[in-house]
């Protein structure tokens, strides 16, 4: 394993996301990446749509500097409709395991006011750390 899950012996098991992760090795940074494709194309305004094409961007940036999702370590997620992501939440765990597996990092959620691309309904920033030889 890459990395360590920090949880407080007393604390109940975070569900879906990890309270904190101690990882060595090479970094990678991945900045606000939105649902579009490859060309900066939104090939759909639904909610989930861009949540799986979002992270599938995340996982093809990670695979340009040698990595996989399991080398993630904290994933910042922005949503202009925390309620939709909520109401969506079943869906929104099936392409998250779909696209990323059960491998859950550090993550947190803010719902802001707009994305800079008018159609991005959801926006995530991404850190990995893949271990060193």
Request: hydrophobic residues 45%; aromatic residues 8%.
């Amino acid at each position: 394993m890459s990395h360590e899950i920090l949880n407080p012996r007393n604390w109940k098991p975070a569900k879906g996301y990890a309270n904190g992760i101690a990882a060595e090795g090479r970094m990678i940074f991945c900045g606000g990446l939105i649902g579009w494709n490859g060309d900066q194309e939104f090939e759909t305004d639904d909610f989930v749509g861009q949540v799986a094409q979002c992270l599938r961007n995340i996982v093809a940036v990670l695979a340009e500097g040698g990595a996989a999702p399991e080398h993630l370590v904290r994933l910042t997620w922005y949503v202009t409709d925390k309620r939709e992501y909520l109401a969506r939440l079943t869906e929104v765990g099936a392409v998250y395991r779909e696209v990323i597996g059960r491998h859950f990092p550090a993550m947190a959620l803010v719902q802001v006011g707009a994305l800079v691309e008018d159609r991005a309904k959801v926006e995530i920033e991404a850190t990995a750390v893949v271990p060193r030889p």
